[in-house]
């Protein structure tokens, strides 16, 4: 069973943390009285405008290191329209790659939490390392292509 620790901190003085430094404040922004229009959560405009202004330049919480403890723990999860692996490596580490296959974009893992060695797509059998890497691709003498077209699954900056 998992402990969740809580850290204390004593709050004599809130604008500084226990090691002393004051706080640097944000500056005070005015967001007005007026009522949000409801179309900011209902409109695909505005949803594609936090998407693109928004959702893809910040941080973005993808899980709790606590669900993925163990190498090749990994969980698939949606964040935005993207569907992302989040995966624990040999070293534990954890990187994100997307959820797609660099040979013709099938998923490789459905929406949950796993634990796999190596990924295998569903569709022609290309295999990728936790690290994301190429292992196999079945047949590869039978593919036009002849070689993998890039050095493996495509990853997304990660961190904790
Ligand atoms: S789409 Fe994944 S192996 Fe072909």
Not at 42 to 56: A, D, H
Not at 139 to 145: I, K, P, V
Request: proline share 7%.
């Amino acid at each position: 069973m998992d402990i969740i620790r809580k850290q204390t901190v004593k709050r004599s003085d809130p604008e500084k943390h226990p090691g002393g430094t004051p706080l640097a404040k944000s500056p005070r922004i005015d967001l007005g009285t007026e009522v949000i229009p409801k179309e900011r959560y209902t409109s695909e405009e505005f949803m594609e405008l936090e998407w693109e202004k928004i959702w893809t330049k910040t941080w973005l919480l993808g899980c709790r290191e606590d669900q993925i403890p163990e190498p090749g723990d990994f969980i698939c999860t949606n964040i935005g329209r993207e569907s992302v692996l989040i995966v624990r490596q040999k070293n534990y580490e954890i990187k994100a790659f997307h959820n797609v296959c660099m040979h013709r974009g099938n998923r490789l893992a459905d929406e949950g939490l796993w634990h796999a060695e190596s990924f295998v797509c569903g569709y022609h059998g290309w295999e990728y390392d936790s690290d994301g890497t190429f292992v196999d691709i079945p047949d590869l003498n039978t593919f036009q292509q002849g070689k993998p077209p890039c050095g493996g699954l495509a990853e997304l900056p990660c961190d904790t």
